[in-house]
T-cell receptor, first 109, second 115 residues
Framework: GESVGLHLPTLSVQEGDNSIINCAYS??????FIWYKQESGKGPQFIID?????DKRQGQRVTVLLNKTVKHLSLQIAATQPGDSAVYFC????????FGTGTRLTIIP | DVKVTQSSRYLVKRTGEKVFLECVQD?????MFWYRQDPGLGLRLIYFSYDVKMKEKGDIPEGYSVSREKKERFSLILESASTNQTSMYLC??????????????FGPGTRLTVL
């Protein structure tokens, strides 16, 4: 079956533009989702989460969208900055967290 | 802020050596986890623990063992290191909610190279 993963392994975005990172998750019964950011040489950091009873959640410059019909999760980053360069990966929870492989986001100055 | 610390950032060991990776968290979390992270494979769960002296196998426990003698400390042990255990090792902890994972807080990782 499908596994948690991302449509694109790399993404390059001009500084100041918006970024959209996508994630296909595997289990329609998953009830909780998290986006993590991992900078080079560091451990993953929590960005934002969303529960399955929601479609959208906003944070500071980030928005997560959940489409349960197609089992799709996206992370939108507004007005990207050089510090946004990192690997981003999603996680889904069906009792246990399962992590995707990640997308490398590069911000072009 | 939750802090998860790992004993070493970089480690080089020889094949056959016994390796200890230590992890400490300061938020009184009951749940602790050990993952390895390899390019293209994402995070893979090695072992986890929901309480002191409790441990459960994750998806790839072979070649590893763990120890949880104190709530704040979770150790990963490679009994006899092999070259295929060269990887980034990440420790994580999370809030106490038995049976269900919550947001996990990660340490900085230990990059282990086995020669």
């Amino acid at each position: 079956g499908e596994s948690v993963g991302l449509h694109l392994p790399t993404l390059s975005v001009q500084e100041g533009d918006n970024s959209i990172i996508n994630c296909a998750y595997s289990n329609s019964a998953s009830d909780y989702f998290i986006w993590y950011k991992q900078e080079s040489g560091k451990g993953p950091q929590f960005i934002i989460d969303i529960r399955s009873n929601m479609d959208k959640r906003q944070g500071q410059r980030v928005t997560v969208l959940l489409n349960k019909t197609v089992k799709h999760l996206s992370l939108q980053i507004a007005a990207t900055q050089p510090g946004d360069s990192a690997v981003y990966f999603c996680a889904e929870r069906l009792e246990k967290l399962t992590f995707g492989t990640g997308t490398r986001l590069t911000i072009i100055p | 802020d939750v802090k998860v610390t790992q004993s070493s950032r970089y480690l080089v060991k020889r094949t056959g050596e016994k390796v200890f990776l230590e992890c400490v968290q300061d938020m009184d979390h009951e749940n602790m986890f050990w993952y390895r992270q390899d390019p293209g494979l994402g995070l893979r769960l090695i072992y986890f623990s929901y309480d002191v002296k409790m441990k459960e196998k994750g998806d790839i426990p072979e070649g590893y063992s763990v120890s949880r003698e104190k709530k704040e400390r979770f150790s990963l042990i490679l009994e006899s290191a092999s070259t295929n255990q060269t990887s980034m090792y990440l420790c994580a902890s999370s809030w106490p909610q038995r049976g269900v994972d919550n947001e996990q807080f990660f340490g900085p990782g230990t990059r282990l190279t086995v020669l």
